[in-house]
């Protein structure tokens, strides 16, 4: 028996069971876990099988430009296919009728949700779902889809919460404990070191002399970050502290936000997508991270480079804000552009302050590792397994 799984390995004579997973996109921050996932299920007598859909043709290259599309050898794509008022079917009904158990996003969308709940009622698969619960940025977190999502989150076998938070909360709402795990969602950490050549690169490709104070943004460009509000302060705090630089990297429909506040103002830079050894050279010039609005999986990105996060009260930020401890690894201030300039000055330039943030994070990151999410996942697998063998 392996410590952490309760479970014991299987023999060579028991039948080798297969777990399906159905992503509607494959983001490449999920392949590691994906991998990891798939190897250490391997260990324990279970196959995985990963189904994830394509976007619509024209839309293809914007995905991948912002990351969320990757590939896999053995991963399976599919393409979706959009059906009347909103859903969505995934052509996959017949592929994971095969396995033992299939695990779905909580979605209200996806008509294959609602299909495989019927197909479980009459003995098909064991399904488990996983996922934030509730869309956290619902303005009308009541209306009929969210009620639909929770319904069907709670009909299932076993629920896969992001986080703590999030699982109590769906026990509040009638989730039996029994059935729900805190996954801890979290990303891999980076295993690029970007040399001292690297980044001297970096610095002259921006201008950089070394004495800049630099603050960093990365992630996606939508509304829901709210860059604007990021500009703006940035603008009022280089006024008060002008050794200041914003870096602006990410892709998406707001980042002419960012290319015109780098047109107009020489301490801003718009960097677009970065990842692999550029990504880890980017951050390691940065002093901490700035995302003023929706808070996701960056805050993991952060915490293991040892870099503190700087955000707002915002009432719609991912579960994973749960992450956040205000003054010992981060800081949040309120939704006003003089409050976060106020908090970029002093992390800017109170190197005792972002030394004692710079070890929080980093202590946090220790308890995220990809490793730990992996186990989580796996054993509430085995868990459900198992009962699907119990009379």
Known sequence: MERGTGQARPSAAERRRTVAIVQPRLPHYRVPFFVRLRSHLDEYGVSLRLLYGLPHAHHEEAYRRA????????????????????????????????????????ASRPALNYALHLA?????????TWGHGWNH????????SERLKLW???????????????????????????????????VATPELKPTAAEVQQLENELG?????????????????????????????????????????????PDEALAREAARQDEFVHYLGPISGRRKAGVFRLARFLVVPGLVGLAIVDAFHAGLPLVTVRYPHHSPEIAYL????????????????ADALVQLASDDVLLSRLRAGALATA??????????????GLLRVLEQSNQP
Not at 366 to 379: H, P, S, W, Y
């Open 67 to 106: 990351g969320l599309l990757a590939e896999l050898p053995w991963a399976e794509p599919f393409r979706e296919r959009y059906l009347p008022f909103g859903f969505v079917w995934q052509p996959v009904l017949v592929e994971v009728m095969k396995t033992d158990l299939v695990v779905v996003e909580g």
């Open 120 to 128: 479980r009622t009459f003995g098909g698969p064991r399904l488990v």
């Open 137 to 144: 940025q619902a303005t009308r977190p009541r209306r009929a």
């Open 152 to 186: 069907l989150g709670r009909h299932c076998d076993a629920y896969f919460a992001y986080t703590e938070p999030v699982r109590d909360r769906l026990i509040e709402l009638g989730y039996d404990s029994r059935r729900v795990t805190n996954v801890q969602n979290t």
């Open 208 to 252: 950089l002399t070394g004495g800049e104070r630099v603050v960093l943004f990365c992630g996606r460009m939508y509304p829901e970050k709210q860059l604007g509000l990021l500009i703006e302060a940035a603008r009022r705090a280089h006024a008060r502290l002008p050794s200041l630089v914003l870096l602006l990297a990410g892709a998406g």
């Open 325 to 340: 401890c205000p003054g010992e690894n981060g800081l949040l201030v309120a939704q006003e552009a003089e409050a976060l």
């Open 366 to 379: 220790e308890g995220l590792g990809m490793d730990e999410m992996v186990r989580r996942f796996t054993e």
